[in-house]
């Protein structure tokens, strides 16, 4: 044993305050520093809506940078070339469906005349086409729709022409009774001495009336009509020379409504009523 007194132990008393101060202050300056961190950085913002996509706006097809006024004033003028030649179209157009129309109604006319003057060199009637032709000509041609008509009513054929002339044949070489002596003195010395061109043809009766007949057998009418009239026996033909007459007259009416039917001067028949 030594005769050095034992160590005295160090006192604990005063050490565990300032620790605890010590660990309180370390705690709070973890508080602040944590506060500081949370109040100057993103940490506790909510998470952002996702971003909705935006439409797209059609994109616009931009003019070229060296587009220019001159630029801008030839394509206007090509425009209005393009314009101009749809709308010399358009008008074509029109006129060929105008013109489709007119002569449409010329065929149209010319039918309903050639139905007419069939009917008629057959000694028939009319029937629908006497309206129409009334309806068509009758502003146009009214004297002519009045004589077709009327000779509608009383139709003379070429056969008709041809049967009464041999009818009355005999009796036209010869003047008709009734005539005095000096007239037939007359008569008598012409027929012996007659003086006439070659080429003229004989003043002959019988001659005469031949040529008559050939004439109307070729249906020249009015020609065959003045050779009647030239016979001695010409005022006993009286009512055949009317007959030839209203069928000249007749022919000449239908010829003078065709050829209005030709230049388009007929009015246009009534559309046909539709079911």
């Keep these: 044993m030594t005769s050095q007194a034992p160590l005295a132990a160090p006192a604990r008393g005063n050490t565990l305050p300032a620790l605890l101060i010590a660990g309180l202050a370390a705690f709070l300056l973890g508080l602040a520093v944590m506060a500081a961190i949370f109040r100057f950085s993103d940490w506790g ?4 809506a996702p971003a909705q996509p935006q439409p797209v706006a059609p994109a616009t097809a931009a003019l070229p940078t060296s587009t220019d006024v001159a630029t801008l004033a030839a394509r206007e003028q090509a425009l209005a070339a393009r314009l101009d030649a749809l709308d010399a179209r358009l008008r074509a157009t029109d006129s060929d469906a105008r013109t489709a129309g007119s002569y449409a109604g010329r065929a149209e006319a010319m039918m309903l005349i050639s139905a007419a003057r069939r009917a008629i060199e057959r000694g028939q009637a009319l029937g629908f086409v006497g309206p129409e032709l009334r309806a068509r000509f009758g502003a146009a041609e009214p004297q002519a729709v009045a004589t077709v008509l009327r000779a509608a009513g009383e139709p003379v054929t070429l056969e008709d022409l041809r049967f009464a002339l041999d009818q009355i044949a005999p009796r036209l070489s010869t003047a008709a009774p009734g005539g005095g002596w000096l007239d037939a003195v007359r008569r008598e010395l012409g027929s ?8 003229a043809p004989s003043p002959h009766p019988r001659e005469r009336l031949q040529r008559a007949r050939r004439l109307l057998a070729q249906g020249h009418v009015e020609a065959s009509l003045a050779e009647i009239n030239r016979l001695p026996g010409a005022q006993g033909a009286e009512s055949w020379m009317a007959a030839a007459s209203r069928y000249v007259e007749t022919r ?5 409504l065709e050829a209005a039917a030709i230049q388009g001067r007929a009015a246009p028949g009534e559309a046909a009523p539709t079911a």
């Design 192 to 199: 012996l001495v007659i003086i006439r061109k070659e080429s």
């Design 252 to 256: 000449r009416a239908l010829d003078t």
């Design 45 to 48: 913002a909510p998470a952002p």
